[in-house]
């Protein structure tokens, strides 16, 4: 019977994550209401408040679990292979929903305190995930060049998700080279370094 609840409480809190989501994609984080939140999640709102205090933790357990996803997906972010067609594909629905969504839990950040925190959070986890992959891969490269390395990728990262709806797709061939130029040199092969 426990067993039952537990499942229950989490297919809740999960339809919760989700209609957020929906609602971040609609409108934005600023805009969703609790009544619109419960309505998409076929939930009230009492019971809403039953598994979150408030809209900031359902945004904070949303944040969990794309951390959650990205540090699952790391080895693969470092691997240069395909890297652009990899990541950027232009018919990924799931990676156009996810640069909305990252852009929202940004802007709602940066006027909420308690989105920022678990963001920096966030950031931390995915960091030292990262610096752990490019440590066993890299075992002499100094920390501070594989700290710069991670920031440099990300910012490429960060910088086409922003752009996603103004990029050139597919991308041209001079677009893949000066990409595979860049991703060789923030990634070189480990027999050449």
């Known amino acids: 019977m426990r067993t039952k609840c537990i499942d229950k409480n989490m297919e809740y809190r999960q339809r919760i994550i989700d209609a957020m989501k929906t609602q971040a994609l609609d409108k934005g984080f600023h805009k969703a209401s609790m009544s619109e939140i419960a309505k998409s999640a076929e939930l009230s709102v009492g019971q809403i408040y039953r598994y979150f205090a408030h809209k900031d933790d359902i945004i904070c357990a949303l944040v969990e679990q794309v951390t ?6 790391m080895t693969d972010f470092l ?3 395909n890297w652009l067609a ?22 709602e950040a940066a006027r909420n305190s308690t989105i920022a925190k678990i963001c920096n959070k966030s950031h931390q986890l995915l960091q030292k995930r990262a610096i752990d992959i490019m440590q066993e891969r890299y075992p002499y490269m100094k920390k501070e060049d594989i700290i710069a390395r991670i920031d440099m990728l990300v910012t490429i990262t960060e910088g086409l998700l922003v752009r996603w709806d103004y990029q050139n797709r597919p991308f041209s061939t001079a677009s893949i080279e000066l990409y595979r130029t860049i991703l060789n040199n923030l990634l070189p092969e480990v027999e050449n370094f």
């Open 68 to 73: 959650l996803h990205h540090l699952e997906f």
């Open 79 to 81: 691997n240069k292979e």
């Open 86 to 107: 990899h990541h950027f594909s232009e018919t990924d629905q799931q990676k156009h929903d996810m640069c909305i969504i990252n852009m929202e839990v940004r802007a």
